[in-house]
């Protein structure tokens, strides 16, 4: 066959980077509708590297009304209106947390960003206030529930894991950040958060005992990483190259890919999972060196 070029999106976790760089993109969208028209407060756990952070900025792309970035996806014909929402988003992965003055900067620059657009009342001094106040002001000023994403919400924790002292008082800390999101329920459209660890093993949301943890339901358990069939199908053309670069059959690429990538399993009846980051960089690579 005629070698095609693929531009893959290896360490690139932008979706509209991606979308505009023309980079390969295994369609999640209609998994992303359905998660966004059935609940409105979720949690997802998943390993390094298996496309969390592009999910989150899916979500904020969508949450945008960035139609023009879903052209040829499943979105583009399940949604009708693109309401435009107000989105707070929040990545945690930013920085390295050895002090607590490292986790009071972080919230303080996102507060401050926000606070410039939305304003901020005088009494707001605490984190917890200053959040709720931005919440309010929100629906206030543009008539829209905002949109929060919380991306890699256990970075200051798992940072912290040798250091017993200083998690506790991040845990404290982050406690009180989130615990009005809550409270302020009728003012969020939809709340998301991801990280690598059980949020209940963190103890950090115990306020938030609404939210749906997806990480382990068979509904959502290919929302990130790669099926068999998107692989056999969205991929097929990759495959087809890494054979012709291996001088085998295309079967026998699937079944090497298969023996080096495929193993993940979310949930009781989850399909096979593949994992993106190893998965590209072979196709990448066309080897199937242990990535």
Same mark, same amino acid.
């Given at each position: +066959?005629?070698? #095609?070029?693929?531009?893959?999106?290896?360490?690139?976790?932008?979706?509209?980077?991606?979308?505009?760089?023309?980079?390969?993109?295994?369609?999640? *969208?209609?998994?992303?509708?359905?998660?966004? &028209? #059935?609940?409105?407060?979720?949690?997802?756990?998943?390993?390094?590297?298996?496309?969390?952070?592009?999910?989150?900025? *899916?979500?904020?792309?969508?949450?945008?009304?960035?139609?023009?970035?879903?052209?040829?996806?499943? +979105?583009?014909?399940?949604?009708?209106?693109?309401?435009?929402?107000?989105?707070?988003?929040?990545?945690?992965?930013? *920085?390295?947390? *050895?002090?607590?003055?490292?986790?009071? $900067?972080?919230?303080?620059?996102?507060?401050?960003?926000?606070?410039? #657009?939305?304003?901020?009342?005088?009494?707001?001094?605490?984190?917890?206030?200053?959040?709720?106040?931005?919440?309010?002001?929100?629906?206030?000023?543009?008539?829209?529930?905002?949109?929060?994403?919380?991306?890699?919400?256990?970075?200051?924790?798992?940072?912290?894991?040798?250091?017993? $002292?200083?998690?506790?008082?991040?845990?404290?800390?982050?406690?009180?950040?989130?615990?009005?999101?809550?409270?302020?329920?009728?003012?969020?459209?939809?709340?998301?958060?991801?990280?690598?660890?059980?949020?209940?093993? +963190?103890?950090?949301?115990?306020?938030?005992?609404?939210?749906?943890?997806?990480?382990?339901?068979?509904?959502?358990?290919?929302?990130?990483?790669?099926?068999?069939?998107?692989?056999? #199908?969205?991929?097929?053309?990759?495959?087809?190259? +890494?054979?012709?670069?291996?001088?085998?059959?295309?079967? $026998?690429?699937?079944?090497?890919?298969?023996?080096?990538?495929?193993?993940? &399993?979310?949930?009781?009846?989850?399909?096979?999972?593949?994992?993106?980051?190893?998965?590209?960089?072979?196709?990448?690579?066309?080897?199937?060196?242990?990535?």
């Amino acid at each position: +066959m005629k070698e #095609t070029f693929r531009r893959y999106p290896i360490g690139i976790q932008n979706f509209e980077d991606l979308r505009n760089n023309d980079c390969v993109y295994i369609d999640k *969208t209609a998994l992303i509708y359905h998660l966004t &028209h #059935t609940n409105k407060i979720y949690f997802l756990s998943r390993p390094r590297r298996f496309g969390k952070s592009l999910l989150v900025s *899916t979500l904020e792309a969508y949450f945008s009304g960035k139609k023009e970035l879903f052209e040829g996806l499943a +979105m583009e014909q399940l949604e009708k209106e693109w309401t435009v929402y107000p989105v707070l988003h929040i990545d945690f992965s930013r *920085t390295k947390y *050895t002090t607590i003055e490292d986790l009071q $900067e972080q919230l303080n620059l996102y507060l401050s960003e926000w606070e410039r #657009t939305y304003g901020k009342n005088e009494e707001e001094t605490s984190y917890a206030a200053r959040l709720t106040g931005l919440l309010q002001r929100i629906y206030q000023q543009t008539g829209k529930q905002a949109v929060v994403l919380i991306d890699e919400y256990d970075a200051p924790l798992l940072d912290s894991n040798h250091l017993p $002292e200083l998690q506790n008082e991040l845990r404290e800390e982050m406690r009180k950040f989130f615990s009005p999101l809550k409270a302020q329920g009728e003012y969020l459209r939809f709340l998301f958060l991801t990280g690598i660890s059980k949020f209940s093993q +963190m103890s950090i949301f115990s306020e938030l005992n609404n939210l749906q943890n997806i990480s382990m339901r068979d509904d959502y358990s290919a929302i990130c990483g790669i099926t068999e069939r998107e692989l056999r #199908t969205q991929l097929k053309t990759d495959i087809e190259m +890494m054979a012709q670069a291996n001088n085998e059959t295309y079967e $026998e690429a699937c079944t090497h890919l298969k023996q080096q990538y495929d193993g993940y &399993h979310f949930s009781k009846n989850s399909k096979d999972i593949y994992n993106p980051f190893s998965l590209f960089n072979a196709f990448a690579q066309k080897s199937y060196e242990n990535f």
